[in-house]
């Protein structure tokens, strides 16, 4: 139903890249300029044979594609609540991940195409993996959660705090045990430091993914942003306020006190299952605020091994515990909130799907098939639903021309932007000039624009944007 009513720039990713596959080969991998989160090794193989098998790489494949990864994480902690607890328990985590909050499902980006949300569902699946390995001491097992994770970093760096390092340190807990050989701690750190070193991206030269501490005052922003992030996507309380959400912050940061309190009372294999979700949940959290820069919605996408991590912690706690049903209250309550969030929540969309098919409709009466934009208003979304039939080429703005064709927009293919592309393109083109990160300034842009190419053949309207056409071309080079 998101799906349908919004689209976003950033669902376009895999779509383009796999056109670009099925038509010029590997080579489109080399040609792609990817975010450092590139997905390339999570996300497109699956995405990629959905396209194949549906003949299909519009909405629906990236719907199910997005369903069979959170279903994955929640089939997965299903499984690895239940090995060291009950059914029951195991069934409420379950529901929880599966009816997560409204805030994770749009800025925590569960509805997004790929994004964190894959990155979830092999640490998920690590963690299962883990587990197993943990009751049969088996280092082939450990072997395959290690290449779940391996696979993940070199796409998503996020999964080293979230998953990959609570398995290392998780390690410790069964070494003190005397029964587990140092095979499996060693394959994890392995494949920590190859992750690290950005190993697989390098070979394929893709964009590594710096990991950079911010500043003090940068870390108190992300701490206060924090509290608020974990009260409303944990919350408890039905009502969505503030107060609410800093109420539900200090009910779970007490029930994490007593998580971490309680798992070193808890035996072997219990105790490094319930060490995985606490290390999880304070490894996500210490690195948000340790290397976060943004301060704008969205960061909520980090956290996105919150909800899971916090309901297992939670049926962890409740098996064998005098306090047992202050913890499923604990866990009924939030499954409530984040069902009743669905209905009472604002829906944080992007722009409606129909939007789309309106200014597709405006193009195609003006007859403008090949234009420039900005990536995140009508450019590179409208190339994917109408299927590469009109192609508008992302661009970075420019203080001296405008707007700058010649420098390569993450998520865009580097040939769009070469000399020999622009000349084949069709002669009438046009500039799409909306307020943005592109131009601040719109008339700013137009007239530094005009300035360097002289006056359009025409101006055209359309709600937000204001097209700048050229009927004999435009020369970038």
């Known amino acids: 139903m998101y799906f349908k009513s919004t689209v976003n720039a950033d669902f376009a990713n895999s779509p383009i890249v796999y056109r670009e596959f099925i038509t010029h080969g590997v080579s489109a991998l080399y040609d792609w300029r990817p975010t450092p989160d590139s997905w390339y090794f999570s996300v497109y193989p699956i995405n990629f044979l959905l396209f194949f098998i549906m003949n299909d790489d519009g909405i629906t494949p990236l719907v199910l594609s997005t369903v069979i990864f959170t279903f994955v994480i929640a089939v997965a902690f299903y499984k690895l609540t239940g090995s060291v607890t009950n059914k029951a328990l195991a069934s409420l985590v379950f529901a929880g991940v599966v009816f997560m909050p409204q805030i994770m499902y749009t800025l925590g980006y569960v509805q997004h195409p790929f994004a964190h949300n894959s990155t979830s569902a092999y640490g998920a699946l690590a963690f299962m993996l883990a587990a197993m390995s943990a009751k049969n001491n088996s280092v082939k097992i450990t072997a395959m959660a290690s290449l779940l994770s391996f696979i993940a970093i070199s796409s998503d760096m996020w999964l080293a705090p979230a998953y990959l390092l609570p398995l290392v340190f998780g390690e410790i807990f069964l070494l003190r045990g005397g029964n587990r050989s140092y095979a499996h701690i060693s394959i994890y750190l392995v494949v920590a430091v190859a992750g690290?070193?950005?190993?697989?991206?390098?070979?394929?030269?893709?964009?590594?993914?710096?990991?950079?501490?911010?500043?003090?005052?940068?870390?108190?922003?992300?701490?206060?942003?924090?509290?608020?992030?974990?009260?409303?996507?944990?919350?408890?309380?039905?009502?969505?306020?503030?107060?609410?959400?800093?109420?539900?912050?200090?009910?779970?940061?007490?029930?994490?006190?007593?998580?971490?309190?309680?798992?070193?009372?808890?035996?072997?294999?219990?105790?490094?299952?319930?060490?995985?979700?606490?290390?999880?949940?304070?490894?996500?959290?210490?690195?948000?605020?340790?290397?976060?820069?943004?301060?704008?919605?969205?960061?909520?996408?980090?956290?996105?091994?919150?909800?899971?991590?916090?309901?297992?912690?939670?049926?962890?706690?409740?098996?064998?515990?005098?306090?047992?049903?202050?913890?499923?209250?604990?866990?009924?309550?939030?499954?409530?909130?984040?069902?009743?969030?669905?209905?009472?929540?604002?829906?944080?969309?992007?722009?409606?799907?129909?939007?789309?098919?309106?200014?597709?409709?405006?193009?195609?009466?003006?007859?403008?098939?090949?234009?420039?934009?900005?990536?995140?208003?009508?450019?590179?979304?409208?190339?994917?639903?109408?299927?590469?039939?009109?192609?508008?080429?992302?661009?970075?703005?420019?203080?001296?021309?405008?707007?700058?064709?010649?420098?390569?927009?993450?998520?865009?293919?580097?040939?769009?932007?070469?000399?020999?592309?622009?000349?084949?393109?069709?002669?009438?083109?046009?500039?799409?000039?909306?307020?943005?990160?592109?131009?601040?300034?719109?008339?700013?842009?137009?007239s530094l624009f005009v300035k360097k190419h002289g006056e359009p053949s025409e101006v055209l309207k359309w709600k937000y944007i204001t097209l700048y056409v050229y009927n004999d071309g435009l020369k970038f080079f």
């Open 196 to 446: 690290y070193l950005h190993v697989l991206p390098r070979i394929f030269n893709i964009d590594i993914q710096e990991v950079k501490i911010v500043g003090i005052d940068q870390m108190i922003v992300n701490f206060k942003m924090m509290l608020l992030i974990i009260g409303k996507t944990l919350n408890i309380f039905i009502i969505q306020s503030e107060m609410a959400w800093y109420a539900s912050f200090c009910v779970w940061l007490v029930l994490l006190c007593y998580a971490v309190y309680s798992v070193f009372r808890m035996s072997d294999v219990m105790q490094y299952v319930a060490s995985l979700v606490v290390l999880s949940i304070l490894g996500i959290s210490s690195s948000y605020i340790l290397i976060n820069q943004l301060i704008k919605p969205g960061s909520e996408r980090f956290f996105v091994s919150l909800v899971p991590c916090a309901m297992a912690m939670c049926a962890f706690l409740c098996f064998k515990n005098k306090f047992r049903s202050v913890f499923v209250a604990v866990m009924c309550l939030f499954l409530a909130t984040s069902i009743a969030s669905h209905f009472n929540g604002k829906m944080y969309d992007h722009r409606k799907y129909n939007e789309f098919q309106e200014y597709t409709s405006f193009l195609d009466r003006h007859d403008l098939t090949y234009g420039y934009g900005e990536f995140w208003h009508n450019s590179i979304e409208i190339d994917w639903l109408t299927g590469g039939r009109i192609k508008i080429i992302p661009v970075y703005g420019d203080l001296k021309y405008g707007i700058n064709v010649e420098r390569v927009r993450p998520q865009t293919m580097r040939s769009w932007h070469t000399k020999s592309a622009i000349e084949k393109a069709p002669k009438r083109q046009f500039v799409a000039f909306s307020k943005g990160y592109v131009c601040p300034d719109v008339d700013v842009c137009t």
